[in-house]
Nanobody
Framework: QVQLVESGGGLVQAGGSLRLSCAAS????????MGWFRQAPGKERDFIGR????????LYADFVKGRFAISRDNAKNMMYLQMNSLKPEDTAVYYC????????????WGQGTQVTVSS
């Protein structure tokens, strides 16, 4: 498994931006797909998007609608989630996760970081 630690959460006003970071360690990351998820109070966890660490190809959930972008820094083993035009409904705990490129569930998870968007 991969060890993951998120950071960068906080309080931001609606319309603002925030960048979350995910530090990854433990395995050869080229063999993994890394994803971002979020969970609001009382709601199920939602998939935001993912990046294939091997080729950098990204995929996003429809609700992102160009507001969020995932990137990676191979040299630092870091993944990022740039969030723009934030809305109060983006308030949630944000998690990074990893799964094997060959398939299967996301089985490595970070502890989460809280993002709160005020109106």
């Amino acid at each position: 498994q991969v060890q993951l630690v998120e950071s960068g959460g906080g309080l931001v006003q609606a319309g603002g931006s925030l960048r979350l970071s995910c530090a990854a360690s433990g395995r050869t990351l080229r063999r993994y797909v890394m994803g971002w998820f979020r969970q609001a109070p009382g709601k199920e966890r939602d998939f935001i998007g993912r990046i294939d660490w091997n080729d950098g190809i990204t995929l996003y959930a429809d609700f992102v609608k160009g507001r969020f972008a995932i990137s990676r820094d191979n040299a630092k083993n870091m993944m990022y989630l740039q969030m723009n035009s934030l809305k109060p409904e983006d308030t949630a705990v944000y998690y990074c996760a990893a799964r094997a490129r060959v398939g299967g569930p996301y089985d490595s998870w970070g502890q989460g970081t809280q993002v709160t968007v005020s109106s």
